[in-house]
């Protein structure tokens, strides 16, 4: 039987970025399992890549705080480009409500260190960008260093560094079960046979309740659908925008290629595993989009582009970080309610601090760990999209 001194489960993001942060903290005998034939098939593979650091709770902040500087100086670090394109969040508030929800939340954000959030008027917004309708908006906050990553480029920057520092990835491999002894975790038990090990994280994205029900946990992760529209080329709107987000529905949009990339949280979506794209998807998203810019009106869309990924849910949109009490060995990194590639970076480093000393600065870990959940430390975060 093969050993290794950790076994990630999941080789997204998530996994290759705990994969590196290990390595880079010394620990070499590191083995990734994944079931496919290639990682990236996840959730990480569907992403937006949106990243951000205008969220409304102090750990979420903090958590991008660390991950947004990571992704600007990810290729030289890791020598591979993570895509990052720091071209703004900007939301626009279409009630009084919303913006003092916005001002609120930029003050918690720049107690904490963020420099380049700012409160933004609907005149600067109409100069910005004047395909806007903005008749009811009475304001918005942008974040100029918020923007994109390629999730799959910055996947794959993690896993090839890890690897050329000890780490191995095993594909084609599905994790069966997880075998215990006395003093805790003892093997992960997988299509390709056992790998014995005394330390187990479940990076299984949108499968995360699967691998914890192995150690006998019961994970509060629940799979909801999410789908994204991409348009054919489109001049008419300028490609530096920003993420643009509508608080009055929540339909967002950013350039992408071309076109725009166009997302939309349905609240008639239903949680399961639903990985096929709805086309009546396209006519509910595009009401939304030409609200917003009447010139969206004319976006070609072509549905065999558009595609359907997973958010991994938890009841109040905060991951499950670190230790499971009662099952030794066995770590969490699940959860991320459509956050996971922004904090993935923050995400290794935390795994990485908590394995291999059992504390970590970067945030305090108690908030998000699962006895939260049966001690009713719940954190709400509201600024989910
Ligand atoms: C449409 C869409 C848009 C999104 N937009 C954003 C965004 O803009 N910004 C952002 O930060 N996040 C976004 N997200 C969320 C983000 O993609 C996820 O939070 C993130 O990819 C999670 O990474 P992961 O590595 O945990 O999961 P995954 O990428 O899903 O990886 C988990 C891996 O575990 C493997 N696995 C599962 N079970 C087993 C098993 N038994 N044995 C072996 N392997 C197993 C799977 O095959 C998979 O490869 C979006 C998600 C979707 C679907």
């Given at each position: 039987m093969n050993t290794a001194d950790v076994v990630i489960v999941g080789g997204g993001i998530v996994g290759s970025s705990i994969a590196w942060h290990l390595t880079q903290q010394g620990c070499k005998n590191i083995l990734v399992i994944e079931r496919e034939t290639h990682q990236g098939k996840g959730?990480?593979?569907?992403?937006?890549g949106g990243v951000r650091a205008q969220f409304s709770t102090p750990v979420n902040i903090q958590m991008s705080l660390y991950s947004i500087p990571f992704y600007a100086e990810f290729e030289q670090r890791l020598g591979h480009p993570s895509g990052y394109r720091p071209q703004g969040y900007l939301f626009l508030a279409t009630s009084e409500k919303h913006l003092a929800y916005l001002r609120t939340n930029q003050e918690t954000q720049?107690?904490?260190?963020?420099?380049?959030?700012?409160?933004?008027?609907?005149?600067?917004?109409q100069e910005l960008?004047?395909?806007?309708?903005?008749?009811?908006?009475?304001?918005?906050?942008?974040?100029s260093t918020d923007g994109f990553v390629d999730p799959y480029s910055a996947m794959n920057?993690?896993?090839?560094?890890?690897?050329?520092?000890?780490?191995?990835?095993c594909k084609d491999t599905l994790v069966t079960g997880i075998s215990r002894d006395s003093a805790g975790i003892s093997a992960v038990e997988t299509t390709r046979g056992n790998f014995s090990t005394r330390i187990v994280v479940n990076a299984a994205g949108a499968w995360a309740a699967e691998i914890a029900a192995m150690v006998g946990i019961e994970l509060p992760v629940i799979p909801l659908r999410r789908q994204l529209v991409p348009s054919e080329p489109f001049a008419d709107f300028p490609h530096t925008a920003p993420m643009i987000i509508?608080?009055?529905n929540g339909f967002h949009f950013r350039p992408e290629a071309l076109g725009f990339l166009?997302?939309?949280?349905d609240p008639d979506e239903t949680p399961g595993y639903k990985m096929s794209f709805d086309d009546g998807f396209i006519e509910k998203i595009l009401v939304h989009a030409a609200n917003r810019v009447p010139i969206f009106e004319n976006l070609a869309i072509n549905p065999k582009r558009a595609w359907a990924g997973l958010y991994e849910m938890t009841?109040?949109?905060?991951?499950?970080?670190?230790?499971?009490?009662?099952?030794?060995?066995?770590?969490?990194?699940?959860?991320?309610?459509g956050h996971g590639v922004m904090h993935a970076p923050a995400t290794g480093k935390i795994?990485?601090?908590?394995?291999?000393?059992?504390?970590?600065?970067?945030?305090?870990?108690?908030?998000?760990n699962y006895s939260r959940f049966a001690e009713g430390r719940e954190i709400h975060e509201s600024a989910v999209l």
């Open positions: 959730s990480t593979g569907k992403s937006m720049k107690s904490l260190g963020l420099t380049t959030a700012h409160m933004i008027t609907r005149e600067e917004v960008y004047p395909q806007l309708r903005l008749d009811d908006v009475v304001g918005g906050a942008f974040c920057g993690f896993i090839k560094s890890a690897c050329e520092h000890g780490a191995t990835v509508d608080m009055s166009l997302a939309w949280a009841p109040d949109h905060h991951p499950i970080l670190g230790a499971i009490e009662g099952v030794p060995g066995f770590y969490c990194a699940n959860g991320f309610s795994l990485a601090d908590l394995i291999l000393r059992g504390t970590t600065d970067l945030i305090d870990a108690s908030l998000l």
